[in-house]
């Protein structure tokens, strides 16, 4: 475990580094990512304990923890927002996260740190809108996109239309093992690696249609996903985008065998 970032995008004042070897043990593999603008940040889906103390070592390197802008979350999940409390209380970051979820994120947060410390959850919350939104990044933003039932009922995923880089939480995840920061080069061989994931967390066929005609109007280089390997350059980005708007997953693939009475 290094805590070495590979570096997705870096044009001298806009830096997007990625972290993708801080998990050990029985933990499944995940990448975080900083997004640096000058004198802003923003980490995108830190996780929980299993990254908190090598995160912050790592990303100290790059910034001042303590004047950390965001902590963006595309969703509740553990390995995107478990360590919540220890980023409201060493940091003055605001969280970003769907309206859907923001009031069940308290239940991450210890009750003393409102009662001792003086840090209210709710107080350093912004919340989303189903819509999305545009979040102030310095003279420009990050991207709220809605991605919902794309694994998670309020899901988003970020955009930085600088780097041209989206950030597509577990859309596009693998569980290959691969060259931490390698693009996906043989398609049609990375799909095995992708496949099972995708039919059982995404929703259905319909939903990853909708998304997909979405990220068509935007301008991308790249679709990075929480886990695995991302994708790069346009050919890369439209095979994934064609195989997932026609694969059958979710609810799709749901029969009565499915809803059955266990029998000893």
């Not at 679709?223 to 980005?237: C, D, K, R």
Request: aromatic share 10%.
């Amino acid at each position: 475990m290094s805590g070495k970032p590979i570096t997705l995008y870096d044009d001298g004042h806009h830096k997007c580094l990625m972290f993708g070897d801080l998990v050990t043990g029985d933990g499944i593999q995940s990448n975080q990512f900083l997004i640096i603008h000058g004198k802003r940040s923003a980490l995108i889906d830190p996780g929980g304990d299993l990254t908190y103390m090598p995160l912050t070592l790592a990303a100290s390197r790059h910034i001042k923890l303590k004047q950390l802008d965001y902590v963006l979350a595309s969703h509740q999940d553990p390995d995107i927002i478990a360590a919540l409390d220890r980023w409201l209380l060493n940091t003055h970051a605001q969280v970003v996260v769907s309206e859907l979820w923001s009031r069940f994120l308290p239940h991450l947060s210890s009750s003393f740190l409102k009662s001792n410390m003086g840090v209210d959850p709710y107080q350093r919350m912004i919340t989303l809108p189903d819509q999305g939104m545009d979040i102030p990044f310095g003279d420009t933003v990050i991207k709220a996109i809605p991605a919902h039932f794309l694994h998670s009922v309020g899901n988003f995923q970020f955009y930085d239309p600088i780097s041209k880089i989206l950030f597509s939480g577990d859309m596009g995840a693998s569980v290959a093992e691969s060259t931490l920061g390698e693009p996906v080069g043989d398609f049609r061989a990375h799909i095995p690696h992708m496949e099972g994931f995708h039919r059982r967390y995404m929703c259905s066929r319909k939903v990853c249609a909708l998304w997909a005609n979405m990220v068509h109007e935007l301008d991308i280089d790249m679709l990075v996903p929480q886990h695995g390997s991302h994708f790069q350059g346009a050919e890369s980005i439209e095979a994934f985008l064609d195989w997932i708007s026609q694969l059958d997953c979710g609810v799709d693939l749901m029969t009565q065998r499915n809803y059955l009475i266990p029998h000893a």
